[in-house]
């Protein structure tokens, strides 16, 4: 996740349909992911709402980092945050939403702080959604990273503190790192580390009263009806397909 992948890189997939998508059964898989979660009050969108997509490259995903304007494909990319503001966008078209995406290849949770002035508390937003923690542990096999699930607990907890110090009134929506394994990039060595990350990501949604979207139930549920390579390009990257169970699954546990 050090370079952002392009849309061109997804071209064996790009024949998925949304006729296609219905067939297999995604509200299912949606509704069976997220049977056993206890989350927060789904949320409520008020007019004039500003909406944040925060995270890595799976965020990220094609968007023009010098584009500023909200509600566009320049800023918001072509992946999960794309269709799920879509989504948004037409259910919700008489409330003026503002929708952005800051997410940046490559970030683990220091590197969210690091850049939190400018591409969080400054946009004000009411609605905040966190998608980290791939790469928190991913970089630790491939990029020379010395953190732990330790570092990253502290670090996202004090990042969230001064979240809600300076927008005590923020709706918080934190995503699951997830992975596929047995798909390029993932294989044995993610385990059993990488799963203590989706736990920690869900201990501290349920700590900060934060809505909790279960991605890796969803991706797990999903491959009994097709194979883990469907859904995921490398074991991380979602494939057109995964981009848009990521987005349903937001939907459907947020409430929106």
């Known amino acids: 996740m050090f370079n952002r992948f392009k849309p061109s890189r997804r071209n064996f997939i790009k024949t998925a349909s949304v006729g296609t998508l ?25 007019t004039g709402d500003v909406v944040l997509f925060q995270g890595d490259s799976i965020t990220d995903w094609g968007r023009d980092h010098k584009k500023t304007e909200p509600n566009t494909t320049s800023d918001l990319g072509s992946g999960y945050a794309l269709i799920t503001a879509s989504k948004l966008l037409l259910d919700h078209a008489d409330k003026g939403l503002k929708i952005f995406n800051k997410g940046i290849s490559g ?10 002035d400018t591409d969080c508390l400054a946009l004000k937003p009411n609605v905040l959604s ?9 970089h ?9 699930i330790d570092t990253y607990i502290a670090d996202y907890k004090k990042l969230l503190t001064r979240t809600k110090q300076a927008l005590p009134d923020v709706k918080l929506v934190i995503c699951e790192p997830f992975a596929s394994k047995g798909v390029r990039a993932v294989d044995d060595k993610w385990y059993p580390t990488f799963p203590q990350f989706g736990k920690a990501a869900r201990d501290i949604a349920n700590e900060f009263g934060a809505i909790f979207v279960p991605y890796q139930a969803a991706f797990d549920k999903a491959e009994a009806t ?5 859904w995921s390009l490398d074991g991380v990257h979602p494939s057109v397909a995964g981009e848009a169970l990521m987005a349903q699954t937001w939907i459907k546990a947020v409430g929106a």
Do not use: M
Not at 130 to 138: A, C, K, L, P, R
Not at 140 to 148: E, K
């Open 140 to 148: 630790t096999l491939t990029g020379g990273y010395t953190g732990t």
């Open 22 to 46: 219905a067939a297999v059964g995604i509200p299912q898989i949606v509704s069976a992911a997220l049977a056993t979660e206890k989350s927060a009050s789904k949320l409520k969108f008020s």
């Open 130 to 138: 966190i998608h980290i923690g791939v790469n928190d542990f991913w």
């Open 107 to 116: 970030n683990k949770v220091y590197q969210l702080a690091e850049r939190w």
């Open 226 to 230: 097709a194979p883990a390579a469907y």
